[in-house]
């Protein structure tokens, strides 16, 4: 019953947090950590020589994603921000003057974490444990343990999911419901033979809803290559409330896929004087039912 | 960490609830109730020589769907399943042996609903009162009272939403946790300026990601055409866990949109046997934050 025409990002003009952003996309090698790291601080440098401000690497960059055995990620891991990875980060983002959020494989005492780290210049900000675990993640990681955070940087508020969080639109509804204006997304994206391809990469179109009907910006950074027989997606990207930013990137490069984004704009939520769907959530509804398992 | 080869359609092999389903997308003309029906009918009837088992029509497509003055609905709106609109729906089922699902401007007493019936070759199922009013649907239909029913079908189980609805993922994610195969979404799509248009269907991708993400089926009949200065999307879709499996069809054209499906895949879940994302929902975290009113 509407032309909506008060929702483009024409109503915010003069209204501005902009910034550049990057996905970073790349291609890990299982266990070699320290030449991992240093080709992401060399990828660091790049984006932030391109202006970029806030950049994403992907989920476990830092040793590779495909653990065989418990004793390979107890070698691998490390605290955070504790350990060297996170001191690497932190000074490759003082060196730029940027923002880092990538994933990490991490220790805390004998548990071990999917996480991400959220650094900058002036230090580690925050972390981020993965809620819902992958698969085979199940068998060496905990699941995640810090909720749902929502970090505050100069330039605005900051969320953080991993992967397949983001198969569970809860996340990034709850990220948005605590104020997020832009969602942090270090991922791997794996194949899934007649469903997610190179042809059809469903994945980058999930976001790519999830940051519209949720009016949020999203860089999701994904892995590619092969590893351990495992093929990985790419097409990473950048995503608003109006869909693809930039990207899908490729399925097989390393990539700095960088976008100019005015955050400010998700603060916008409603599409017009009637419709402000935040407003308009029948949490009446939701939460008898959310809680429901399916019948069997 | 996997290659997850399971999860494709090869696993449900010899189990099978197939039926021909179908999006009907046309263009209602407003306040022209007896001429829209008549046009459903024989859509219908064209659906149901095609071998279409279970159909979809858009939201309000009865009657037409801008309103400018509450007498113009009350005019216009009908009891259901008392009225003749849905006299006439159940009739065609009964001729073609067909389910439908359809839009519908409902009387109860002195309230107004924007609703769908459910209606088969046995007469009236059930009802659907839309739970997010978009916009001026605001200014004369009350929220939909029903909750978010599932019905049982001989093929399977059949959820329903409207429109609005699929701006909520919540709405899809009740659905199927409630056990829904398909969901049948009588919608007007409209154009947004900017965001939405004929170049960016971004409606029809949202909902290729709740069905993606439930692992369910979806009908989306959405309208086409201009309707008192207001264009709508077309772009009908009929969606499954892999994403589009017929549609999108064309902005501004009157389409059967027909595609065989194997309900019996809805059933199927999990991903891998240790990736199910029915089980793996950390209901802890969104009982606690799906209530939340963002931060302003």
Redesign the interface.
């Known amino acids: 019953?509407?032309?909506?025409?008060s929702?483009?990002?024409?109503r915010v003009k003069g209204r501005e947090s902009v910034i550049r952003v990057a996905a970073i996309q790349m291609e890990p090698r299982v266990g070699d950590k320290a030449g991992n790291v240093e080709r992401q601080r060399s990828l660091i440098a790049d984006a932030a020589g391109q202006g970029v401000r806030l950049m994403v690497l992907p989920e476990l960059g830092n040793t590779g994603?495909?653990?065989n055995t418990r004793d390979e990620v107890a070698e691998l891991a490390e605290e955070v921000p504790g350990g060297p990875t996170c001191a690497m980060w932190i000074d490759a983002c003082r060196e730029g003057n940027v923002y880092v959020c990538a994933g990490i494989t991490e220790r805390d005492g004998g548990r071990f974490y999917n996480s991400a780290a959220l650094v900058g210049p002036g230090g580690f900000i925050g972390k981020y444990r993965k809620?819902?675990?992958?698969?085979?993640?199940?068998?060496f990681f905990e699941?995640g343990d810090l909720?749902?955070p929502v970090f505050h940087l100069p330039f605005g508020r900051v969320g953080v999911m991993i992967c397949?969080d983001g198969?569970?639109?809860?996340v990034a509804?709850?990220l948005?419901?605590?104020?997020a204006d832009i969602i942090c997304d270090p991922t791997c994206w794996?194949?899934?033979?007649?469903?997610v391809t190179a042809e059809?990469p469903?994945s980058a179109?999930?976001h790519?809803?999830?940051a519209?009907?949720n009016g949020v910006f999203m860089i999701c950074a994904d892995r590619c290559g092969v590893e351990r027989?495992?093929?990985f997606l790419g097409n990473s990207c950048v995503l608003g409330?109006?869909?693809f930013v930039a990207g899908p990137a490729s399925f097989d490069k390393t990539e700095v896929l960088s976008a100019e984004i005015n955050l400010v704009q998700a603060r916008y939520?409603h599409?017009?004087d009637?419709?402000d769907?935040?407003a308009?959530?029948?949490?009446d509804?939701?939460?008898r039912?959310?809680?429901?398992?399916?019948?069997r």
Chains 1, 2 share one sequence.
């Open positions: 019953m509407t032309k909506a025409t929702v483009s990002a024409e994603y495909i653990f809620v819902h675990l992958w698969d085979e993640e199940k068998l699941p909720g749902l397949y198969w569970h639109p809860e509804r709850i948005a419901l605590q104020g794996v194949l899934v033979p007649g469903i059809n469903i179109w999930v790519m809803a999830s519209h009907v027989g495992c093929t409330p109006a869909g939520k599409w017009t009637l419709a769907p935040f308009d959530r029948r949490t509804l939701y939460d039912l959310l809680g429901y398992r399916p019948p």
